[in-house]
C-alpha cells in the first residue's frame, strides 16, 4: 500500500548534475519528514539530506553546498537536486518517509547514480 518511487538515477560526467524524484503514496505525506540516503558497496548507508514536515532542509557535510533537497506537498512529492557531482557520490540513493511518534518509516527500491568520467 505504501510505495516511495525514486527516479531520475543515471550516469553522469564529475562535475555534472542530477535530480532525484521520489513520488509517496499511501501516507500522509505532508506530516512526514522526508530522507534521502545512499549505500556505495561495501559501506554503510549512510544519511545524504533530510527535510522536516514544515520544509527545514539539512544536509550532510559531504554534500553541503552541492546537494539541495526540496519537497512539493501537492505532488507528494521529494526531490534530491545533485550539483557538482563526484565519483565519491557513486552509490545507490533511497528515499525515505521518516518514523513519526506512532507510524513506522518506509523506503524505496533505490536508483542508481554513477559519477564517471
Known amino acids: 500500500q505504501v510505495q516511495l518511487v525514486e527516479s531520475g538515477g543515471g550516469l553522469v560526467q564529475p562535475g555534472g548534475s542530477l535530480r532525484l524524484s521520489c513520488a509517496a503514496s499511501?501516507?500522509?505525506?505532508?506530516?512526514?519528514?522526508m530522507g534521502w540516503y545512499r549505500q556505495a558497496p561495501g559501506a554503510q548507508r549512510e544519511l545524504v539530506a533530510s527535510?522536516?514536515?514544515?520544509?527545514?532542509?539539512n544536509t550532510a557535510d559531504s554534500v553541503k553546498g552541492r546537494f539541495t533537497i526540496s519537497r512539493d506537498n501537492a505532488k507528494n512529492t521529494v526531490y534530491l537536486q545533485m550539483n557538482s557531482l563526484k565519483p565519491e557520490d557513486t552509490a545507490v540513493y533511497y528515499c525515505?518517509?521518516?518514523?513519526?511518534?506512532?507510524?513506522?518509516?518506509?523506503w524505496g527500491q533505490g536508483t542508481q547514480v554513477t559519477v564517471s568520467s
Open positions: 525515505k518517509a521518516e518514523r513519526t511518534r506512532y507510524r513506522g518509516d518506509y
Open positions: 527535510i522536516t514536515s514544515g520544509g527545514t532542509a
Open positions: 499511501g501516507i500522509s505525506f505532508s506530516t512526514r519528514a
